[in-house]
Every structure is written in structure tokens, then in C-alpha cells.
Nanobody
Framework: QVQLVESGGGLVQAGGSLRLSCAAS????????MGWYRQAPGKQRDLVAD???????NYADSVKGRFTISRDNAKNTVDLQMNSLKPEDTAVYYC???????????WGQGTQVTVSS
């Protein structure tokens, strides 16, 4: 099992910044992709960004150039720096740990990000 603890959500005005952090613990000794997803009310959960253990990243088109994902393999953490936030970024953000070797997804509890106009 892998446990994920997120922090850093909150309320910010449009154009502002927030940084989300996620720490993984437990059975983390596996090749894994870590990332962030988000889910707005009435919508499906979508990928925001992810990063593999080698540092290769993948971003949703809507956040490219504004968000940056980073990872510390030694600490099993993944961060999401969000700049130039827009009201449409408002959602619950979930940390994700995908174990490639076990083909299993683990999820954090979610953290609310609200961007006011």
C-alpha cells in the first residue's frame, strides 16, 4: 500500500500562485509515475501533470506554461507549482502514484483549489 498526503491548496485571486505538495509513504519502492489530477464539480477527473522517475513530464494543454511539476525521488514527494491561476483552474486536486510494476493507482484525499475572479 502507498499513502499520499497532500498540502497547499487554498483560495487565491486570478493571476496568483499556489504550490501543492504531496508526500508518499509505504510501499514506494517501485517504478512509479507521480502526478496531479483535478476534478471540478460535475466533471470527470482529468490529468493536470505527471512525472516519471527519470524526470520526464507530461502536462495538460490547459496548464502548459503556467504549471510546473517537480519530484524528489529520495523523499518520495511531488510538487505542483501553479502560476497565473485562472478561475477555471478551480477544482479538487488529487495526488496520484501509479506503480508501473504493480499496475496499481493510489490517490490522495484531495485538496481544494479555488481561484476567484
Amino acid at each position: 500500500q502507498v499513502q499520499l498526503v497532500e498540502s497547499g491548496g487554498g483560495l487565491v485571486q486570478a493571476g496568483g500562485s499556489l504550490r501543492l505538495s504531496c508526500a508518499a509513504s509505504g510501499s514506494t519502492r517501485s517504478i512509479a509515475v507521480m502526478g496531479w489530477y483535478r476534478q471540478a464539480p460535475g466533471k470527470q477527473r482529468d490529468l493536470v501533470a505527471d512525472i516519471n522517475s527519470g524526470g520526464s513530464t507530461n502536462y495538460a494543454d490547459s496548464v502548459k506554461g503556467r504549471f510546473t511539476i517537480s519530484r524528489d525521488n529520495a523523499k518520495n514527494t511531488v510538487d505542483l507549482q501553479m502560476n497565473s491561476l485562472k478561475p477555471e483552474d478551480t477544482a479538487v486536486y488529487y495526488c496520484n502514484f501509479y506503480s508501473v510494476s504493480r499496475n496499481v493507482n493510489y490517490w490522495g484525499q484531495g485538496t481544494q483549489v479555488t481561484v476567484s475572479s
